[in-house]
């Protein structure tokens, strides 16, 4: 059976990693975590004293960008790979609200954007990867077979992330939740390098009001279709 490339791109919150790993498992292909890369350099910034609510030293973490090695290693009892950062399992640090907070700032970075978007290629270059992000369909995998663009309502998005924290133990108010989904939208649609924007092949997937299943269902018909096609 032939081996496609799968691009999901979409707004934080609309359940990109969550597809995305499970079609990668079923598939048997490999998941990468785009944005899980973009959050392991902003924690590396935070970390280092180089981006705060009042401050950001961008010259300073591009002259830094080399100290930084980003890989994912598979945990056989979680059932997905986690991401470490030189070397140090980061997989529950990057997932806090203040890294979301600064995510969209160090993405908008090209230097940044080109280290990882090169890292990324590598990744998928003999195909068989689903990977989700802001610019895989438009940048990363200009020809991957089947790409996907998921969208949901900034209110729907901001409850499931709040729900997701408040799961974890993070103490956090719904309002500022609501307040980081929309702010994150305005930067990744408005930066300048690789803005988050629908690729012309894409499909739209709105999931606003489905279930799990009925997204995992809908998307994984569209990929049996597409890898079907290629044969």
Known sequence: MNKITIAIDGFSSTGKST??????KYLGYVYVDSGAMYRAVTYYAMKNGLISKDDFNVEALIYQL????????????LGFAEVYLNNENIERSIRTLEVSSFV???????EV??????Q?????????VVMDGRDI?????KDAELKLYMIASAEKRA???????IERGDQVLYEDVLKNVQERDH??????????????????????????DEQFDKILRLAKMTIEDCE
């Open 137 to 141: 369909g438009t940048v990363v995998f």
């Open 120 to 128: 990324q290629q590598k990744m998928g270059q003999d195909k068989g």
């Open 19 to 24: 597809v995305a790993k499970q079609l990668a």
């Open 187 to 212: 930067i990744d649609s408005t930066r300048e390098d690789s803005p988050l924007v629908k690729a012309a092949d894409a499909i739209e997937i709105d999931n606003s009001d489905m279930t799990l």
């Open 104 to 110: 969209s700032k160090v993405a908008a970075i090209s």
């Open 113 to 118: 954007r080109q280290k990882l978007v090169e």
């Open 159 to 165: 409850v499931r992330r709040f729900d997701e924290l």
């Open 66 to 77: 080399d100290n930084i090695n980003i890989t994912f290693k598979f945990n056989e009892k």
